[in-house]
């Protein structure tokens, strides 16, 4: 799952409008910043398996700090409450920290059976990755679904606003249709390095161009 996580993020402007996307992205992916770290740390280990499905061109050996379900309510927690502290908003800590949670349940649809219960704990995942075009299908629905609901829940107060935001949607999209021919990283080190790069490059702009949009009121 790639841009179904940010899909949430998107959708979720429309629940807690004050919240800054930047930080409506950053929960949802929070598993997917922690986890190169770890790799490049070798805290947690990936190996490469060619395969002509794109999405299982990698096999997740250990990833339990990052991914497994008790770790993500653990930082889920952790997240929520270090929001509640800065923003005083309850209903946003809420939130943030289901986001951070969420991250889980999308990996375990799509995922094989490589997602921890906890650390040492059973293995599980649906399988969607198993199927390219439906995983492509569901996502793509996800991701269109967020941003409407995100445009409905703001409005341009500028130019930045309007083409930060657009170009920050072309970017992901046309990242996740490139990742669908490219093939894997060549090194564990380009995983982790891109991953650092692209992911707090999205959680940023996310923050910037929302920064120039106004919550629409009702």
């Given amino acids: 799952m790639f841009i179904g996580h940010y899909a949430l ?3 979720a402007k429309r629940i807690v409008p ?6 409506l992205f950053l929960a949802p992916t929070l598993a997917d910043l922690l986890w190169p770290v770890f ?4 805290w947690e280990r990936v190996s490469f ?7 299982l061109n990698l096999t997740f050996d250990s990833y339990p700090i990052s991914h497994s379900l008790l770790a993500l309510v653990g930082w889920g927690l952790l997240v929520g409450l270090l929001y509640s502290w800065r923003t005083q908003s309850a209903k946003g800590a809420l939130v943030v920290g289901l986001l951070v949670v969420s991250h889980w349940v999308l990996d375990w649809v799509v995922h094989r059976p490589d997602m921890p219960l906890w650390p ?12 390219e075009r439906g995983t492509v299908a569901v996502e793509g629905i996800m991701f269109a679904a967020g941003a409407a609901m995100y445009f409905q829940a703001t409005k ?3 130019r930045v606003g309007t083409y930060a935001v657009w170009t920050l949607l072309a970017l992901l999209a046309v990242s996740y249709v490139a990742s669908l ?7 564990i080190q380009a995983i982790g390095f891109g991953g650092i790069t692209f992911g707090w490059l ?3 702009w996310a923050w910037w161009g929302d920064k120039h949009r106004d919550v629409v009121r009702r």
Avoid at 18 to 23: E, I
Avoid at 39 to 42: R, W
Avoid at 120 to 131: A, F, K, Q, R
């Fill in 181 to 187: 021919f490219s093939g894997p990283p060549p090194t």
């Fill in 120 to 131: 040492g704990g059973p293995l599980v995942g649906l399988g969607m990755w198993n199927s």
């Fill in 49 to 55: 398996t060619p395969n002509p499905d794109p999405f």
């Fill in 39 to 42: 790799l490049l740390l070798g």
């Fill in 9 to 11: 993020g998107l959708a």
């Fill in 18 to 23: 004050r919240t800054s996307l930047g930080t």
């Fill in 156 to 158: 341009a107060r500028d």
């Fill in 202 to 204: 999205f959680v940023v």
